[in-house]
């Protein structure tokens, strides 16, 4: 894909313009550093990095896929034959 001059300055345009908007206040994960939303944010994502972002690597004869999470760690298929096996199923 190619970008016009038009579409190019129109890019660099949106990104001067969305610098200057705010985050609004009521948005948690965007708490300010050292308030009591920050500190539970930093813990929740330390906490999912810890225990729920587990990654597992499946090989098989046909690809390799990696598996995300505690829903597909498990998994007997690696993630390629899981999409061909829903593929399978979903156009039958």
Not at 6 to 25: F, I, M, S, W, Y
Not at 44 to 54: A, D
Request: include cysteine; charge should be negative; proline fraction near 1%.
């Amino acid at each position: 894909m190619l970008w016009s001059k038009a579409d190019e300055t129109r890019l660099n345009q949106l990104n001067v313009n969305k610098r200057k908007l705010e985050t609004p206040g009521e948005w948690t994960w965007a708490a300010k550093e050292g308030t009591a939303q920050s500190e539970y944010n930093h813990k929740r994502l330390q906490y999912f990095v810890e225990h729920e972002l587990q990654t597992v690597v499946k090989h098989c004869d046909k690809s390799a896929g990696v598996l995300v999470g505690l829903n597909q760690i498990d998994s007997a298929y690696c993630h390629d034959c899981i999409i061909d096996r829903t593929d399978n199923v979903q156009n039958k």
